[in-house]
């Protein structure tokens, strides 16, 4: 029997800020899984902004979190696979904090978000959920370190942190939205954990469904079966979609879903 995975990105896909999940997706999404179909998030975000998404929608698979750098089990509490970054890449996050004073800075480990400096235009666009401790010291950091987050208004400064401060073979530093830069482990990423996650469940990739809006999505939407991007998601996103759907505020993942289903039974009959 076939069976088909999909894989959706969260924010600017499912949601965008407090928004919350519209009915019609939030049924067309459990829909998908009572169909038989395996549903998973595929996200930046860390695991504790990203359970209560899993859990509004009925995810029961283990769900890709921190760009790839993490898939998360919410079910048992226990990470199926992590790719930590490199122990010194804190010496890398100190030259951040030192010589750009005007770029945000967090560290996500494997069980605890610490935020090292803010700004502005985080507190304004940042995921809510991830901005709620205290401000820590360097020094405080403790655990593997599965991701960095990087905010600026000015994106020439981040682009330089790139090129200057993590220009590093063991490290990927990608652009998440054009003022959102992220540093993770070079073998991770989210087209990375598409392939764990299909091998895992024996999934055939031609059978694997993708969605997602941002730039760390490009490459699973390339490598998936079949893909959907929002209208409004960057023109690289568009190009190599296989259907472009509504926004997220207009429901599109909904008919996402139901062009899944679609094909499901299709293929099934």
């Known amino acids: 029997m076939e069976k088909f995975l999909f894989l959706s990105d969260i924010d600017g896909t499912l949601l965008r800020g407090s928004s919350g999940i519209g009915e019609g997706v939030k049924t067309a999404a459990r829909k998908f899984i009572s169909t038989g179909g395996l549903l998973t998030l595929c996200t930046g975000r860390s695991r504790f902004s990203t359970r209560w998404i899993a859990e509004e929608l009925g995810i029961q698979i283990p769900c890709i979190l921190y760009n790839g750098a993490g898939i998360y089990d919410f079910s048992q509490d226990r990470y199926l696979k992590s790719f930590p970054l490199p122990e010194d890449v804190l010496e890398l996050v100190r030259k951040v904090y030192d010589f750009y004073p005007g770029i945000s800075i967090q560290v996500y480990t494997k069980d605890n978000i610490y935020m090292i400096r803010t700004n502005e235009y985080l507190a304004a666009h940042g995921v809510q959920e991830e901005m709620q401790g205290p401000i820590y010291s360097l020094v405080d ?57 299909a091998e895992h469940y024996g999934v055939k990739i031609k059978n694997v469904f993708s969605a997602g809006d941002g730039m760390t999505d490009l490459q699973v939407l390339k490598a998936s079966g ?38 499901m039974n299709k293929e099934m009959a």
Do not use: W
Not at 156 to 184: M, T
Not at 237 to 250: G, N, R, T, W, Y
């Open 141 to 197: 950091v403790r655990g593997e370190i599965l991701k960095i987050t990087m905010v600026s208004t000015d994106r020439s400064l981040l682009k330089q942190c790139g090129e200057e401060v993590f220009n590093n073979e063991q490290l990927r530093f990608d652009f998440a939205s054009r003022h959102f830069a992220e540093v993770y482990a070079r073998e991770a990423g989210k087209e990375a954990a598409l392939h764990i996650m």
């Open 226 to 263: 079949y893909s959907f991007a929002p209208v409004n998601a960057p023109r690289q996103l568009l190009e190599v979609c296989s259907m472009v759907i509504p926004a997220c505020e207009d429901g599109g993942m909904g008919q996402a879903f139901n062009r899944a289903i679609e094909m």
